[in-house]
Structure formats: structure tokens, C-alpha cells
């Protein structure tokens, strides 16, 4: 009754994104620019929240971020990805400082963005949820790699949600979400029982699938960052590890 029939099992991934996108330097692969632009749209609060922390007002930060991943788009800076490194992370950071370095300067003596197109960003939501980050006193590659593990987090709560809402059960998933990042001994399965209608022995069953679930969609979203062959368990712990930060 509860169960929530994934399209695909936790150990089942397909090449990742960012291995077709590295993939595409020396195949001209048609789905690479595709996946490309997907992960732009994924990953760019992160990059926004970086150039925020290096010292840019919110108005600056905003265009640096468009037109870093507007040249990401269009030229070939994909060309100097590591493909032995293999994290989509390590990949920006290295193309934004080099991009704020160098690009910006020349970007900035001509009018911003006026021969690329632009990727859809949420500027306004960036900048609050920016200023809403307790995370100040990190260091800038400290903050780009904690903001970089909850949007894989966000991404994983999304996929999620869209499954449950795809079985038509959207408000269960509603009910179970908080049990999420909850201590097992504050789950109270009984007040969740009541709440779907269903007793407390099948309401913790549905809080097992769905935390077994979100784990195994984090990891899938994790793998998607990294190229075939990287060690995903050693990228679990990094992200870990930067969660933790403060």
C-alpha cells in the first residue's frame, strides 16, 4: 500500500552526465551539450554562493555567475577537464577562479552576456537563501563544497517527491519528508500512522523505504557528478565531511 516503485534500482546507474559531457571531447557525442546545460542548471547556486563569499555584491555575483556558465556553454573550457580527477566539483572551481582571474576582466569591457545566452537562474532566490546561510565564517572552497552536498541533497528531495507524486501519493510523502534527517528515536510512528491512516507497524515500514530510497537517489545524484570509475563511497565521505563543517 505504502510502497513507491522506483524506474530504476539503486544499483542500476546509467553513464553519468558528466561522463558524457567529458566523453564529448573526443567524440561528438549529440547528447553531450544537453547534459552540459543540465548540469548548469543543477550546480549554479553553488558557483553563485562561491563568488558571493570571495567578496562580489550580489548585483556582480549574479553576472559572473551567468556569463562563467554562459562561456561554460559555448566555448571550449571543457577541454582542460581532468577526466583522471573525475569530479564535476573539482572541474568548476578550477574553471570559476580561473574565469574570475582572467575572463571577467575581458567580459566586462564589452557589454555583459550580449553574445551568449543566458542560463535561467533564480538570482532572487540565490541571494536569499545566500544571506540566509549560516555558514559565514567558512572559508570560500569550504562554503562551495557545503552548498555543493545540499544541493545534491535538494536534488535527491526533488526526484524523491516527483516519485511519490507520480504513484498519487504526494501528501504520504508530505507526511514522511521530516523523517528524513530525523533520529530514529524521535520518529514517533504512531502520530504517522494515524496520520496516513495505516497502523504503526506499516507506518514504519514506509519510513524505512523511504530513507533506504533517499539514499540510494543521493548516490545516483552523487554519481552524476563523477566521471565512470571514480570512487563514489570516498565522495560520500568528502561531502559528509563537509556537511559537518561550520
Same mark, same amino acid.
Given at each position: 500500500?505504502?510502497?513507491?516503485?522506483?524506474?530504476?534500482?539503486?544499483?542500476?546507474?546509467?553513464?553519468?552526465?558528466?561522463?558524457?559531457?567529458?566523453?564529448?571531447?573526443?567524440?561528438?557525442?549529440?547528447?553531450?551539450?544537453?547534459?552540459?546545460?543540465?548540469?548548469?542548471?543543477?550546480?549554479?547556486?553553488?558557483?553563485?554562493?562561491?563568488?558571493?563569499?570571495?567578496?562580489?555584491?550580489?548585483?556582480?555575483?549574479?553576472?559572473?555567475?551567468?556569463?562563467?556558465?554562459?562561456?561554460?556553454?559555448?566555448?571550449?573550457?571543457?577541454?582542460?577537464?581532468?577526466?583522471?580527477?573525475?569530479?564535476?566539483?573539482?572541474?568548476?572551481?578550477?574553471?570559476?577562479?580561473?574565469?574570475?582571474?582572467?575572463?571577467?576582466?575581458? $567580459?566586462?569591457?564589452?557589454?555583459? #552576456? &550580449?553574445? =551568449?545566452?543566458?542560463?535561467?537562474?533564480?538570482? !532572487?532566490? +540565490?541571494?536569499? @537563501?545566500?544571506?540566509?546561510?549560516?555558514?559565514?565564517?567558512?572559508?570560500?572552497?569550504?562554503?562551495?563544497?557545503?552548498?555543493?552536498?545540499?544541493?545534491?541533497?535538494?536534488?535527491?528531495?526533488?526526484?524523491?517527491?516527483?516519485?511519490?507524486?507520480?504513484?498519487?501519493?504526494?501528501?504520504?510523502?508530505?507526511?514522511?519528508?521530516?523523517?528524513?534527517?530525523?533520529?530514529?528515536?524521535?520518529?514517533?510512528?504512531?502520530?504517522?500512522?494515524?496520520?496516513?491512516?495505516?497502523?504503526?507497524?506499516?507506518?514504519?515500514?514506509?519510513?524505512?523505504?523511504?530513507?533506504?530510497?533517499?539514499?540510494?537517489?543521493?548516490?545516483?545524484?552523487? $554519481?552524476?557528478?563523477?566521471?565512470? #570509475? &571514480?570512487? =563514489?563511497?570516498?565522495?560520500?565521505?568528502?561531502? !559528509?565531511? +563537509?556537511?559537518? @563543517?561550520?
Amino acid at each position: 500500500m505504502m510502497e513507491v516503485t522506483p524506474s530504476r534500482g539503486p544499483h542500476e546507474f546509467p553513464h553519468t552526465r558528466w561522463s558524457v559531457v567529458l566523453a564529448a571531447r573526443q567524440n561528438a557525442l549529440p547528447q553531450s551539450a544537453a547534459a552540459l546545460e543540465a548540469i548548469c542548471q543543477a550546480y549554479w547556486y553553488p558557483v553563485y554562493a562561491y563568488i558571493r563569499h570571495c567578496g562580489h555584491s550580489p548585483h556582480d555575483a549574479q553576472d559572473l555567475a551567468q556569463e562563467f556558465f554562459a562561456r561554460l556553454l559555448e566555448k571550449r573550457w571543457l577541454d582542460s577537464a581532468d577526466r583522471e580527477k573525475g569530479k564535476l566539483r573539482t572541474f568548476l572551481i578550477v574553471a570559476v577562479n580561473r574565469f574570475m582571474a582572467n575572463e571577467w576582466r575581458k $567580459a566586462s569591457a564589452q557589454k555583459r #552576456g &550580449a553574445h =551568449l545566452a543566458h542560463l535561467p537562474m533564480d538570482t !532572487a532566490f +540565490a541571494e536569499s @537563501r545566500y544571506a540566509a546561510d549560516t555558514s559565514a565564517g567558512l572559508p570560500a572552497e569550504g562554503l562551495f563544497e557545503q552548498q555543493w552536498a545540499l544541493t545534491l541533497i535538494d536534488l535527491t528531495v526533488r526526484r524523491l517527491r516527483a516519485e511519490f507524486e507520480g504513484a498519487g501519493k504526494a501528501r504520504d510523502f508530505e507526511v514522511l519528508k521530516p523523517c528524513l534527517m530525523a533520529d530514529h528515536g524521535s520518529i514517533s510512528y504512531s502520530s504517522i500512522g494515524a496520520e496516513l491512516g495505516v497502523s504503526e507497524g506499516t507506518a514504519k515500514v514506509a519510513v524505512h523505504r523511504l530513507r533506504k530510497r533517499f539514499r540510494a537517489i543521493y548516490r545516483e545524484e552523487i $554519481a552524476q557528478t563523477l566521471s565512470e #570509475g &571514480a570512487d =563514489l563511497d570516498e565522495e560520500l565521505r568528502h561531502l !559528509a565531511r +563537509a556537511l559537518a @563543517r561550520e
